[in-house]
């Protein structure tokens, strides 16, 4: 083979093996659904999960609206957050939500190798852990990004694997919180898991998050669906 079609067949085999680490991992989790749950079954049930925590200020309002409402959630934990504010993640476990590992750092999955991968997914784990006494149940890959050393590392530890159905945010301009409320309102399906956030994305979106959800709880009740926590969505336990 010529010197260029040697480099073009390594440079087409790179291409391909970048693309099976990362948009595999992510057809596979998205598109096809292996191993990874983006709804629970249709049943007349909606989870609310909330991504990039704890926060000290943030975190503690959303769980008193939570509380207010008497609704369980599930909190997909930053590793490196949960040991800034070891208290605020322990205050989320001992009401009862339901707790995810979100990464140690919130990297983008796609932009590491496999060993950084996998000391990503063990360290969040290790903090939630670590602060609360409780092994995550649940896996979420910042921005919902698998890539296939993550992906297979989540499920040896045990963690299933969560993505969502619903999501009321912009990626980059603001919601506020009235379009929130009635977005989640109006979109809910049965089996519907709905991505919010108390810390991280635009500013202003825990607060408006944290203003939207005794609306958002009254409206999903209204339209006769219960608010629960993801284990009981997914069948997953009491
Ligand atoms: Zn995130």
Not at 57 to 77: E, K
Not at 184 to 208: F, K, M, Q, W, Y
């Amino acid at each position: 083979m010529p010197q260029a079609g040697r480099w073009a067949a390594v440079a087409a085999a790179l291409l391909a093996g970048t693309a099976a680490y990362t948009i595999g991992a992510q057809a596979a989790a998205g598109g096809l659904r292996l191993g990874v749950r983006k709804r629970g079954p249709a049943r007349a049930m909606v989870a609310l999960t909330f991504d990039d925590g704890p926060d000290p200020v943030h975190t503690p309002r959303i769980l008193d609206a939570l509380a207010a409402s008497g609704v369980r959630a599930a909190f997909f934990m930053v590793g490196r957050q949960v040991e800034a504010v070891p208290a605020v993640a322990r205050a989320v476990a001992s009401a009862g939500h339901d707790l995810g590992n979100h990464t140690y750092s919130h990297r983008h999955l796609w932009l590491l190798s496999p060993a950084a991968s996998v000391a990503e997914v063990d360290r969040g784990a290790w903090a939630v852990a670590e602060a609360t006494g409780l092994a995550p149940r649940y896996f979420r890959p910042p921005w919902g990004a698998f890539n296939w050393a993550a992906y297979v590392r989540a499920g040896q530890l045990g963690e299933e694997r969560i993505l969502w159905s619903l999501r009321p945010e912009g990626w980059l301009l603001p919601a506020p919180a009235s379009r929130m409320a009635a977005h989640v309102i109006r979109r809910a399906h049965p089996g519907a898991i709905v991505n919010l956030h108390d810390r991280g994305g635009h500013p202003s979106t825990p607060a408006e998050t944290w203003a939207a959800l005794p609306r958002m709880i009254a409206g999903l009740r209204a339209r006769g669906l219960e608010v629960v926590p993801l284990r009981a969505l997914l069948g997953d336990g009491p």
